[in-house]
C-alpha cells in the first residue's frame, strides 16, 4: 500500500532563515515523488519532483528536496524563507500499480513572520 | 502556453439545481482530472480522463457527472447536489507518458457553495 505522511501540519520560520517540511512516505513500488504549493484560494503550482534520477531535486524558487530511500524521505528545504512562501504546502506520491494512484499528503501550513 | 482555465471561478447553487463546471487547457495534454478540496484538506481525485476516456472514478456518487468532449475540455455536470458538496473543485491535466511521473498542472479551481 501507497501512503504519505507530512510530519507537520504548522511550520513557523522567520524571513531569511532556512524552511524544512518533512515527507515520509512509504511505497511497495519506485514511486514518483512531487511537492506543490498552494497560496490561500489558487490551484496547486508544481515545486518539484522525484523521478529516480539524481537524489537531490531541485525546483522553483529556491526549493529543493532529497529524496532517501533508506530512510524513506523526502524533505523540502530552502536557505531562506520569504515572505511570499507563506502558503499551503503539499508532499505528493505517484505510483502506476494495476492503476494510476496519486496521493497526497495531508499538508504543511508554512507561516513566515518578518 | 501552461495555463488550465477553469469557469466560472465561483458557483453558489440550490440543491435542486443543474449545473456545470468546466476545465480548460491547450497544452496538449491527453491526461485530465477532477479533484475536490474541503477547507485545510488536501485534494482528493475524483475522476482521471485519459485520451477522452474516463480512467479511474473513485467511487464519486451519480450525482457528479464528468465529461470530455474533445481533448482540451473537461466538464463536470451538478445535479442534486448536498451542503456538503460544497468545495473547491480543481481541474489537473497531465502530459501522459506513463502516468506516475507525469507533472499535473492544476487550475485556479472553482469554489461552489450548494445551499
Known amino acids: 500500500a501507497q501512503s504519505v505522511t507530512q510530519l507537520d501540519s504548522h511550520v513557523s520560520v522567520s524571513e531569511g532563515t532556512p524552511v524544512l517540511l518533512r515527507c515520509n512516505y512509504s511505497?511497495?513500488?519506485?514511486?514518483?515523488l512531487f511537492w506543490y504549493v498552494q497560496h490561500p484560494n489558487k490551484g496547486l503550482q508544481l515545486l518539484l519532483k522525484?523521478?529516480?534520477?539524481?537524489?537531490l531535486v531541485k525546483g522553483i524558487n529556491g526549493f529543493e528536496a532529497e529524496f532517501k530511500k533508506s530512510e524513506t524521505s523526502f524533505h523540502l528545504t530552502k536557505p531562506s524563507a520569504h515572505m511570499s512562501d507563506a502558503a499551503e504546502y503539499f508532499c505528493v506520491v505517484s505510483v502506476i500499480t494495476g492503476g494510476f494512484k496519486t496521493i497526497f499528503g495531508a499538508g504543511t501550513r508554512l507561516f513566515v513572520k518578518a | 502556453d501552461t495555463e488550465v482555465t477553469q469557469t466560472p471561478k465561483h458557483l453558489v447553487m440550490g440543491m435542486t439545481n443543474k449545473k456545470s463546471l468546466k476545465c480548460e487547457q491547450h497544452m496538449g495534454h491527453r491526461a485530465m482530472y477532477w479533484y475536490k478540496q474541503k477547507a485545510k484538506k488536501p485534494p482528493e481525485l475524483m475522476f482521471v480522463y485519459s485520451y477522452e476516456k474516463l480512467s479511474i472514478n473513485e467511487s464519486v456518487p451519480s450525482r457528479f457527472s464528468p465529461e470530455c468532449p474533445n481533448s482540451s475540455l473537461l466538464n463536470l455536470h451538478l445535479h442534486a447536489l448536498q451542503p456538503e458538496d460544497s468545495a473547491l473543485y480543481l481541474c489537473a491535466s497531465a502530459d501522459w507518458a506513463g502516468g506516475a511521473t507525469d507533472t499535473q498542472y492544476f487550475g485556479p479551481g472553482t469554489r461552489l457553495t450548494v445551499l
Open positions: 511505497s511497495s513500488y519506485s514511486p514518483s
Open positions: 522525484y523521478t529516480s534520477a539524481a537524489t
